[in-house]
Nanobody
Framework: QVQLVESGGGLVQAGGSLRLSCAPS????????MGWYRQAPGKQRELVAS???????NYADYVKGRFTISADNAKKTVYLQMNSLKPEDTAVYYC??????????WGQGTQVTVSS
């Protein structure tokens, strides 16, 4: 079973930066959609940013201007550069990829903690 492997989470002070990476553990079909989600304690998982194979990018309003999503389509790898981090950005961040076959893959999650 192919999974996505995330890296780059950690503890950072408010105003700091982190870069998350996500890559598949094995071979998967061509990817149509890649996204980063997050889930804070007691809250539902929410979409933070997404990018399609055609280059269409969307951000949640609360990260616009601070986070940047990018991807290497050949490597099926997606990145999330997070700048100007705030304590309210603290959450477990998950990546997800959807292949043209319709299969969806998830990462195991990486903790991001922003201290005030």
């Amino acid at each position: 079973q192919v999974q996505l492997v995330e890296s780059g989470g950690g503890l950072v002070q408010a105003g700091g930066s982190l870069r998350l990476s996500c890559a598949p553990s094995g071979s998967i079909f061509i990817i149509n959609f890649m996204g980063w989600y997050r889930q804070a304690p007691g809250k539902q998982r929410e979409l933070v940013a997404s990018i399609t194979s055609g280059g269409r990018i969307n951000y949640a309003d609360y990260v616009k201007g601070r986070f940047t999503i990018s991807a290497d389509n050949a490597k099926k790898t997606v990145y999330l550069q997070m700048n100007s981090l705030k304590p309210e950005d603290t959450a477990v961040y998950y990546c997800s990829e959807v292949a043209f076959t319709g299969n969806r893959y998830w990462g195991q999650g990486t903790q991001v903690t922003v201290s005030s």
